[in-house]
């Protein structure tokens, strides 16, 4: 599959994150959060906490990271990486274009 698009430049403010359910090419829809970190970059990351099942979209960016609004666990916004407990685990880190004020992402590829 290719970018599709995600949202627009203009539905999200610095350190916010949005969640959007977007198509993979077998049809799957696969839960991203579209962030926006306080230095104004743009980051697309699977929006499921690896450690409870909680949205990360709903959680606090800042400084390249996103934490889990449940329980606290911060990932790293470009690798994904869970950074402290209780994640273990990392979340997937996709492919994100902006496009004029279209943000595009493609779920089929992961950096």
């Known amino acids: 599959m290719s970018l599709q698009r995600a949202c627009s430049t203009d539905d ?3 350190a916010s994150a949005k969640r959007v359910e977007l198509a993979d090419a077998n049809g799957r829809s696969i839960p991203v959060a579209v962030v926006r970190d306080s230095d104004g970059s743009w980051h697309a990351i699977g929006d499921t906490c690896t450690h409870g ?4 979209s709903e959680g ?3 400084d390249g990271t996103i ?3 449940k329980h606290g666990a ?7 990486r869970a950074l402290a407990l209780p994640a273990t685990q990392p979340v997937p880190v996709y492919a994100i274009d902006i496009k004029g004020s279209d943000v595009l992402v493609d779920v089929d590829t992961t950096l």
């Not at 911060?74 to 994904?80: A, E, H, I, Q, R």
């Open 53 to 56: 099942h909680y949205s990360l």
């Open 74 to 80: 911060p990932f790293d916004l470009n690798t994904g």
């Open 60 to 62: 606090y960016v800042e």
């Open 12 to 14: 999200l403010a610095p």
């Open 67 to 69: 934490e889990c609004w």
